[in-house]
T-cell receptor
Framework: QQQVKQSPQSLIVQKGGISIINCAYE??????FPWYQQFPGKGPALLIA?????SEKKEGRFTISFNKSAKQFSLHIMDSQPGDSATYFC????????????FGQGTELSVKP | DSGVTQTPKHLITATGQRVTLRCSPR?????VYWYQQSLDQGLQFLIQ???????AKGNILERFSAQQFPDLHSELNLSSLELGDSALYFC????????????FGPGTRLTVL
């Protein structure tokens, strides 16, 4: 019940295209859903996040879509750039249980020029 | 640069040994988190400290222990090391109640031979 399932495992997108990464969860107690971006040799960095009372959040080229009834959420990267090539992790958190982030398995995104 | 520092960057040791990983949180952050990243397990939450007290615990092995000192730096102690403990260990920090905004350090790569 504590799992977050992420797909696809890897993704290749042409420059200017849309990258879409999907995640699903079971535990309805999760109340915060962040996405992290990790470049090789670096730690994960918070990219964008959403709470379950919101269906969509947009920050620049990055958008989270959230479907509470389906227990699914996704990251859309518009106008993907080679600099977006990284590993992306979705995660979930139960806020009143402290900072235990439950991560998805990660998606390795490669944006081809 | 997240402002979280971790030392050492790399650590190579033998099975059965004990090592200590060190983390200095961002200035002003009271919460410190430890995560393990490996190819087979992904990113796994180990433990959280808040102002010196344990706040949340994940599937941390009994051979592993952590503490947070009065100056807020934290140490993760790994003992009786096994080959399977080889992984990247990340420390993250956040403001006292901002569990949702965790800033990750660059990690310590542990290799157990």
């Amino acid at each position: 019940q504590q799992q977050v399932k992420q797909s696809p495992q890897s993704l290749i997108v042409q420059k200017g295209g849309i990258s879409i990464i999907n995640c699903a969860y079971e535990n309805t107690a999760f109340d915060y859903f962040p996405w992290y971006q990790q470049f090789p040799g670096k730690g994960p960095a918070l990219l964008i996040a959403i709470r379950p009372d919101v269906s969509e959040k947009k920050e620049g080229r990055f958008t989270i879509s959230f479907n509470k009834s389906a227990k699914q959420f996704s990251l859309h990267i518009m106008d993907s750039q080679p600099g977006d090539s990284a590993t992306y992790f979705c995660a979930a958190l139960i806020y009143n249980q402290g900072g235990k982030l439950i991560f998805g398995q990660g998606t390795e995104l490669s944006v081809k020029p | 640069d997240s402002g979280v520092t971790q030392t050492p960057k790399h650590l190579i040791t033998a099975t059965g040994q004990r090592v200590t990983l060190r983390c200095s949180p961002r200035s002003g952050d009271l919460s410190v988190y430890w995560y393990q990243q490996s190819l087979d397990q992904g990113l796994q939450f180990l433990i959280q400290y808040y102002n010196g007290e344990e706040r949340a615990k994940g599937n941390i092995l009994e051979r592993f222990s952590a503490q947070q000192f009065p100056d807020l730096h934290s140490e993760l102690n790994l003992s009786s090391l096994e080959l399977g403990d080889s992984a990247l260990y990340f420390c993250a920090s956040s403001l006292e109640d901002r569990y949702n905004e965790q800033f990750f350090g660059p990690g310590t790569r542990l290799t157990v031979l």
